[in-house]
């Protein structure tokens, strides 16, 4: 069992920016490692993905050109670097991974077998 442990949530206000970063216990730096999030009364969705083989992002329309996924591989840490933050970005955020191998939709939560227990992002207006 991969034990993945986030870090970094908290509160900011509207157009600040926050990092969140995530290690997983085993090293599964070799294949797909992506961001999801769930606010209350909403469905999990993607943020943003990373298939740590060759560096290739896949971000939810929603958070193009404000996150950045990134793997630290000196320090074996997924980040996810938040700017421009805005009230709808607020949610709990999950860090998830699998093993290697393709997947047809990096974004898609059933895809992913190893989770955190998430860290909260607040947003103030």
């Known amino acids: 069992q991969v034990h993945v442990v986030e870090s970094g949530g908290g509160s900011v206000q509207a157009g600040g920016s926050l990092t969140l970063s995530c290690t997983a216990s085993?090293?599964?730096?070799?294949?797909?490692m992506a961001w999801f999030r769930q606010a209350p009364g909403k469905e999990r969705e993607g943020v943003a993905a990373?298939?740590?083989?060759?560096?290739?992002?896949f971000y939810d329309d929603s958070v193009k050109g404000r996150f950045t996924i990134s793997v630290d591989r000196m320090n074996d840490t997924l980040r996810l670097q938040m700017n421009t933050l805005k009230p709808e970005d607020t949610a709990m955020y999950y860090c998830a991974t699998r093993p290697p191998g393709a997947i047809p939709f990096p974004l898609l939560a059933s895809l992913y077998e190893y989770w955190g227990q998430g860290t909260q992002v607040t947003v103030s207006s």
């Open positions: 990373i298939y740590t083989a060759n560096g290739a992002t």
């Open positions: 085993e090293n599964t730096y070799s294949g797909y």
